[in-house]
């Protein structure tokens, strides 16, 4: 619902949206270890005041990357901090905490940082074998 750069809440970083109804299995892109999560907040809405509401996971993988998974319900956090994880492992349910307009997942993949966030681009295995950065408003199944 959202792609890199989208007018709505992305104009400055490489993220993606994905529509989904809450309590949607969200899965692990890469293997990894918990650094970072929230899982307290049960507020929302499309208004920036609540930019800090937002329940989510940070997966630190071994090549220095971090996945920022974002808008998990209230407690749909299945994972805990310090967790070694593998691609596919089941991390949470998605939600509509923070700052979101409708149900949905945010993910974006970033580098270590102090200061501003500097998210890059990631490529995607898609059912056709090929490795693509996923468009907005595009239907992708596994
Ligand atoms: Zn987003």
Not at 33 to 44: A, I, P, Q, R, Y
Not at 50 to 65: A, C, K, R, S, W
Not at 104 to 113: A, I, M, N, R, S
Request: net charge positive; glycine share 10%; charged share 20%.
């Amino acid at each position: 619902m959202q792609g890199y750069f989208g007018n709505f809440s992305h104009q400055e970083e490489h993220a993606l949206d994905f529509d989904m109804p809450q309590g949607t299995n969200v899965c692990a892109i890469r293997d990894g270890v918990v650094v970072l999560l929230k899982e307290d907040s049960n507020v929302g809405g499309a208004d920036k005041k609540f930019y800090n509401d937002g329940n989510y996971v940070l997966v630190y993988h071994n090549d220095g990357t971090m996945a920022n998974y974002v808008y998990f319900r209230q407690n749909g956090v299945v994972v805990k901090l310090g967790d070694n994880i593998k691609q596919g492992d089941l991390i949470g349910y998605s939600g509509n905490t923070g700052f979101s307009s409708a149900p949905h997942l945010h993910l974006d993949v970033c580098l270590p940082y102090v200061g501003k966030k500097k998210t890059i681009s990631t490529k995607f295995l898609l059912k056709n074998q090929k490795n693509e950065v996923l468009k907005v408003n595009q239907k992708y199944t596994k």
